[in-house]
């Protein structure tokens, strides 16, 4: 039995909202949203509160997966939860990677970038003119 919660699954899901699963000793996956408290007796049994998902295999997840029994709300609107971490094998995050593209044509490309260190074109006259005043 764990005793003490690993750095990674504290600092990434406690407090922030996502798609986990906590992979329990029976074998079943418990949906949560998020980590929101974690209380520790004087016996040394931890628990966490945590925020439920809904119910069901997540979309994407690997066909290895599939077979697991996904728990979550057990009906809508019931989505706290109280867990004893010595129930807990593993913590999962359940995001689908997607490729970065720009938005449109318009976005800006490479080439249109400001390099670090280079100048702004100078000013012309006539913009030296319309540009505002700073007085100190």
């Known amino acids: 039995m764990a005793t003490v919660l690993c750095r990674?699954?504290?600092?990434r899901m406690l407090g922030l909202r996502g798609r986990f699963g906590l992979l329990l000793t029976t074998g079943d996956v418990l949906r949560i949203t998020s980590v929101t408290a974690l209380h520790e007796a004087s016996s040394g049994i931890m628990l966490l509160d945590?925020?439920?998902d809904n119910a069901g295999v997540p979309d994407g997840v690997d066909q290895a997966w599939q077979t697991k029994h996904y728990l979550g709300a057990p009906v809508p609107g019931a989505t706290m939860a109280t867990i004893n971490l010595a129930q807990i094998v593993a913590a999962v995050e359940f995001v689908v990677a997607e490729i970065a593209e720009l938005p449109d044509e318009n976005a800006l490309s490479r080439h249109d970038e400001i390099?670090?260190?280079?100048q702004p074109d100078p000013l012309t006259e006539e913009q030296a003119?319309?540009?505002p005043k700073v007085t100190a």
């Open 8 to 11: 990674c699954f504290g600092t």
């Open 50 to 52: 945590v925020l439920l």
């Open 115 to 118: 390099e670090p260190g280079s």
């Open 129 to 131: 003119l319309l540009a």
